[in-house]
């Protein structure tokens, strides 16, 4: 195809993000596609996560997809590409894992995730999986697998779907990608099933996140009562069907080593930091 590709981005609809979907309404604020090469017709699609910390704006992502001219689609009007790339102050990735990051004007219209919803951690493991003995953990993206194409016109369109961890590693956790999906029909009460045949190409950037219960006390809810967010998704083993994420904490340190205003505070939250890093 010689002509420009148009791509527009569809942001989810108040049906498929209800009320009682409060934590994903918050990822969704924070969730971005992402071209890896916009001057590239064929450039391919990502996902990112706009992350605040200090008076600075982040850009999270897997290295892959923020190549050094990515742009970030964070508008709902049409655009063709190839095109500019998004302007960022500084891109810095990992010597070794798939993970980095821009640091991009601070807009302060920009929804972004709070230092509160970062969970350095690892994830607990389920037990049994059929029965989750912990919140439900979903990972949010951009399939390539479900872009609506017509003609040279494409639609972009923000899924998640349910997983759990199975593997957790020093430096990567393994997640599901499941070959069935269902979805609650509030009308009826009753889980509409489709099988998943598509790719998680797309996936790539998105972060895999727990849902938490929100306050039952009346007080203001905020995305720090609803969310945690574990790893950057990457990569997956298509004969297992596992995804393979990179813990969060290694774009903190990434972050940390990156800017000295900012060690104080990430210290002082993420006492990890303060201890040496196995290689």
Not at 122 to 137: A, Q, S, Y
Request: proline share 10%; with cysteine; net charge negative.
């Amino acid at each position: 195809m010689s002509d420009p590709e148009m791509i527009r981005f569809e942001p989810p609809t108040k049906e498929e993000l209800s009320d009682s979907d409060t934590g994903l309404q918050f990822v969704a604020s924070y969730t971005r596609a992402v071209l890896d090469n916009s001057t590239e017709l064929h450039s391919k699609c990502g996902t990112g996560i706009y992350i605040g910390i200090g008076g600075r704006l982040f850009f999270a992502s897997a290295a892959h997809c923020i190549k050094p001219r990515p742009y970030i689609i964070r508008f709902h009007d049409p655009f063709k590409f190839p095109c500019p790339p998004s302007p960022f102050i500084k891109r810095c990735v990992h010597d070794t894992l798939d993970i980095g990051f821009l640091e991009v004007e601070n807009d302060p219209a920009q929804a972004r995730l709070s230092l509160d919803c970062i969970s350095v951690d690892p994830p607990p493991l389920t037990g049994n999986p059929e029965k989750p003995e912990h919140r439900p953990t979903c990972i949010v993206g951009f399939p390539v697998g479900e872009f609506i194409r017509l003609y040279n016109r494409s639609l972009l369109g923000m899924t998640n779907f349910g997983t759990y961890p199975v593997a957790l590693y020093e430096n990567e956790y393994h997640y599901t990608f499941p070959v069935v999906v269902g979805r609650m029909q509030k009308e009826t009460g009753t889980v509409r099933e489709r099988e998943l045949d598509i790719t998680p190409h797309g996936y790539s950037g998105g972060g895999i996140w727990s849902f938490n219960e929100p306050p039952s006390d009346g007080r203001l809810i905020r995305s720090e009562h609803m969310l945690s967010l574990y790893a950057i998704q990457f990569a997956w083993i298509e004969e297992t069907r596992l995804l393979k994420c990179v813990p969060i904490r290694y774009l903190i340190r990434l972050i940390h080593n990156e800017y000295a205003d900012l060690q104080e505070l990430l210290t002082a939250k993420f006492p990890f930091l303060t201890r040496t890093p196995t290689p």
